[in-house]
């Protein structure tokens, strides 16, 4: 089982980035899938959260109107859109796919946006 996160840098604020999750070794498309993140000193945190047929989202509250996560079954893939980004958006982001006693995690990638 792999998940695995690309598509972090640095940003300046206000700008954009695209976040892919690549998933391998399960049925990605039986899951729901989510982004969390974590910042320096902080614990790791709900981001965006998205149902498997991808019908239903979630954000958390910080995020709403700026982030969306959306996925491709076909290709095995969870993506998070990043617009508007703030300097506190600066975290490492992880992605996870969870269901009954199956928890799955990536290594993660870092966004650093700049003031």
């Known amino acids: 089982v792999q998940l695995v996160e690309s598509g972090g840098g640095l940003v300046q604020a206000g700008g954009s980035l695209r976040l892919s999750c690549a998933a391998s070794?399960?049925?990605?498309?039986?899951?729901?899938m989510s982004w969390y993140r974590q910042a320096p000193g902080k614990e790791r945190e709900l981001v965006a959260v998205?149902?498997?047929?991808?019908?239903?989202?979630n954000y958390a509250d910080s995020v709403k109107g700026r982030f969306t996560i959306s996925r491709d079954n076909a290709k095995n893939t969870v993506y998070l859109q990043m617009n508007s980004l703030k300097p506190e958006d600066t975290a490492v982001y992880y992605c996870?796919?969870?269901?009954?006693?199956?928890?799955?995690w990536g290594k993660g990638t870092l966004v650093t946006v700049s003031s």
């Open positions: 996870n796919a969870a269901k009954w006693t199956k928890d799955y």
């Open positions: 070794g399960f049925t990605c498309s039986s899951y729901p």
């Open positions: 998205i149902s498997s047929a991808g019908g239903g989202t």
